[in-house]
């Protein structure tokens, strides 16, 4: 082309995907077909991972076969399951996790309050009766693992108790 003098036009050199397109604008743009979490875009009746740059993959998807037949699989269960990432569901704190954490520092105290060794948690006696009787006892880690996670807690919040009382 460069031979002939012709110049080939700007258009045909650019990519066909769109860069500044979002999940979330797919999802507004599709409706509830689509879900996005985590910075990606599921199909929310198939439960896959799409390409939100190229709008043509995700009526491909939609278009498909199998999306037809999952589609009718998910509207006749009637149940609304949302796939999400691992990093999203890891920053879930449940009320079991905050329960366990709770008991866990609780434990540390009074520990610490009753001048009784960590070391004492390791006790097989000490466990079981932890495990029988305390609500998530069995959830109480061993002493170096109190040591290393919680007494920096329970130091720390006791400083500032102490600090406050002070005042």
Do not use: W
């Not at 599709?30 to 799409?50: A, I, M, P, R």
């Not at 037809?68 to 009637?78: D, G, L, M, Y």
């Not at 009784?116 to 097989?124: G, M, Q, R, V, Y």
């Amino acid at each position: 082309m460069d031979r002939f003098g012709v110049k080939s036009t700007p258009s045909r050199n650019r990519s066909k995907t769109a860069l500044y397109v979002t999940p979330q604008d797919r999802v507004t743009e599709f409706g509830s077909e689509l879900h996005e979490d985590g910075g990606k875009l599921f199909c929310t009746s198939c439960n896959v991972v799409l390409n939100h740059v190229r709008k043509s993959a995700i009526n491909d998807h939609l278009k498909s076969k199998t999306h037809t037949k999952r589609k009718a699989e998910f509207e006749e269960q009637n149940i609304r399951k949302k796939q999400r990432t691992l990093t999203a569901s890891l920053q879930c704190n449940s009320t079991a996790q905050t329960e366990k954490t709770s008991v866990i520092q609780d434990f540390v105290k009074m520990c610490l309050e009753a001048n009784i060794p960590l070391e004492k948690a390791d006790h097989p006696s000490v466990r079981a009766f932890l495990s029988r009787y305390v609500k998530n006892g069995s959830s109480i880690p061993k002493s170096d693992q109190l040591r290393k996670a919680y007494l920096p807690d329970g130091y720390d919040n006791e400083n500032q108790l102490i600090n406050t009382e002070d005042r």
